[in-house]
Every structure is written in C-alpha cells, then in structure tokens.
C-alpha cells in the first residue's frame, strides 16, 4: 500500500464506528468463550428440546441457558437477568435435529445491556452488538428475554 492511500485511508476512517465496531468484536470473543459447552446447558420446561418456533429464528429451535441465566429464571424473583446471564438458542430447519441453521445467542454485559450475535452454519457470525432486529423483537420480553419469564 503506499504511503499516500494509506493515509488517505487513515484520514478517512470514522474513530467511532472503528471504537464501536472493535468493542464488538471484543464482545463477540467473549460471548463465543462463554458459550463453550453450551450443548450441556439447561433449558427451561416450557422450552425442554427442539420445538417449534414462530420467531425469526426459524421453523425449529432449542434454548440453552448458562448457570446464571438460569438460576435467575428458577428463583422467579422478577427483575432483570444479571451482567454474565447468557441465553443461547440454535435453529433448525426441521423437528428432527438434523439440517441446522442459524445458532444465536445473547449475553448480559455491564452498561449496556445485552450483547447478541448470530452465526450461519458454517459458524461465520452475521450480526453481533444491538442489532435493530434483535433489540425490535426483544423489547417485548421481560428484560429483553422473549422465551420465559420469571
């Protein structure tokens, strides 16, 4: 690259997207660590396997919930999940489990919320931070939680 289009690139480059598409990425490295051995998770009974969906997460999906989100489901306190809750749900194209499509998850961070990100199957990730689509349909749930309640 030479000397001229790389700062012509530097001079050109928006600090905040840059700040703000970096966090993610920070963010996406730490959900994708903390969704390690996610396949042994707990799910809730009202969502006990594969079930059908009518979201936009596909025809099937199953929910998989960390310690901490569930715990917080399980004590039926009310409120809001804590920071470190994650709630992880991967799609299916039919009931039987055996043509995946997108795994999706979300996770409770410090300040802002909750962080999501969705992967296709091949395991690239297609959205990642607050995406309109999540947050749009989320903002119905308790705390942003669409699957149960506590």
Same mark, same amino acid.
């Given at each position: 690259?030479?000397?001229?289009?790389?700062?012509?690139?530097?001079?050109?480059?928006?600090?905040?997207?840059?700040?703000?598409?970096?966090?993610?990425?920070?963010?996406?490295?730490?959900?994708?660590?903390?969704?390690?051995?996610?396949?042994?998770?707990?799910?809730?009974?009202?969502?006990?396997?594969?079930?059908?969906?009518?979201?936009?997460?596909?025809?099937?999906?199953?929910?998989?919930?960390?310690?901490?989100?569930? *715990? $917080?489901? !399980? @004590?039926?306190?009310?409120?809001? /999940?804590? #920071?470190?809750?994650?709630?992880?749900?991967?799609?299916?194209? %039919?009931?039987? *489990? $055996?043509? !995946? @499509?997108?795994?999706?998850?979300? /996770?409770? #961070?410090?300040?802002?919320?909750?962080?999501?990100?969705?992967? %296709?199957?091949?395991?690239?990730?297609?959205?990642?931070?607050?995406?309109?689509?999540?947050?749009?349909?989320?903002?119905?749930?308790?705390?942003?939680?669409?699957?149960?309640?506590?």
């Amino acid at each position: 690259m030479s000397l001229s289009i790389l700062v012509l690139s530097l001079a050109c480059s928006d600090p905040d997207t840059d700040t703000a598409a970096g966090a993610d990425e920070l963010m996406l490295q730490d959900l994708e660590a903390a969704l390690e051995g996610y396949e042994s998770w707990d799910h809730a009974p009202e969502w006990p396997g594969v079930e059908a969906s009518a979201t936009s997460h596909d025809a099937f999906t199953e929910v998989f919930f960390n310690e901490v989100s569930f *715990a $917080t489901y !399980e @004590a039926q306190a009310g409120g809001e /999940m804590p #920071v470190g809750a994650v709630i992880a749900k991967q799609s299916w194209k %039919d009931a039987e *489990a $055996t043509e !995946e @499509a997108n795994f999706t998850a979300m /996770m409770k #961070v410090e300040g802002t919320g909750w962080f999501w990100a969705s992967w %296709d199957p091949s395991g690239e990730p297609v959205l990642t931070g607050q995406p309109a689509l999540c947050t749009g349909c989320h903002a119905g749930g308790q705390d942003g939680v669409m699957v149960v309640s506590w």
